[in-house]
């Protein structure tokens, strides 16, 4: 059953916003990049050097896309699609000093300006397999190295379901 949810979902766009109908589900799926920069007061500030200023740019462009992929999204359901963390719960377990590499706490920003069911992420191989947003929406760092080392008697894939939503009857005539 899921295998052909999965077949009849057509190809994935994960760059940018896009809305696929699985089975009975609506789900809309937004997809960035994402970008390093740190998380909360950690977070690198646009001052100093010019390459530093164009590092935490390029964070502020792929929290503008993210929020831009959001906001164009039409369904009751939604999932965020990144390579960078979120939130720090996610790339716990790797070295403090390489946390700002891993991603930013910019890209949490518009994860709460809409209702999100679930964001994935990757490239914090020595990462935690799940955190939070700060309103409680679940992150799920899906780094194949990750789910290999973590879970090493399932393949590595992440299986996530997306709640159906209730079918409307037309109202008689």
Known sequence: MRA?????AGPVQPLGASQQQVSDVAA?????KGFGGGF????LGAWGEPAIKLFVQEALNEAMKLESALAKLRTRRRIALLH???VVGTVQGEPVEIFPFLG???LEAPL???PMDAVFHGHAHRGALEGRTINGVPVYNVAKLLLQRSRPDTPPFFLYEVQREPVEEPAAT
């Open 84 to 86: 960078y963390s979120p």
């Open 112 to 114: 709460l300006r809409y």
């Open 40 to 43: 909360g007061r950690g977070s």
């Open 28 to 32: 809309g799926i937004a997809g960035v």
């Open 4 to 8: 052909k949810a999965l077949q009849q």
């Open 104 to 106: 930013s706490s910019r």
